[in-house]
């Protein structure tokens, strides 16, 4: 970021001026970081999980729960991911 002007010190705090721009920075650095995910599942289990997406939409209960775990399976990758690059995925 660049330096803020001098009359900002005296609306805002320099704390909060520090603060608001460390905020930035992760929101920016956020932004431009990307994952590739590669998911592998047999033929089989590919068949099943698009067949599961098509009950999904006519409510049906089995499917609903396979497309959960399939979904759920992703996120934890998801969440592995991050991790490994020490990001707190509670962390505002």
């Known amino acids: 970021m660049t330096e803020e002007p001098d009359w900002i010190k005296n609306l805002i705090d320099p704390q909060d001026v520090a603060e608001i721009q460390s905020t930035a920075e992760r929101i920016v650095e956020a932004h431009g970081t990307f994952y590739e995910m590669t998911v592998m599942m047999s033929q089989e289990d590919m068949i099943e999980a698009v067949r599961a997406g098509h009950g999904m939409q006519i409510a049906d209960h089995d499917s609903w729960v ?3 775990a399939i979904l759920m ?3 934890d990758t998801m969440k592995e991911a ?3 690059d020490g990001i ?3 962390e505002e």
């Open 73 to 75: 399976a992703l996120m």
């Open 88 to 90: 707190n995925i509670w």
């Open 82 to 84: 991050l991790e490994k």
């Open 66 to 68: 396979i497309g959960v």
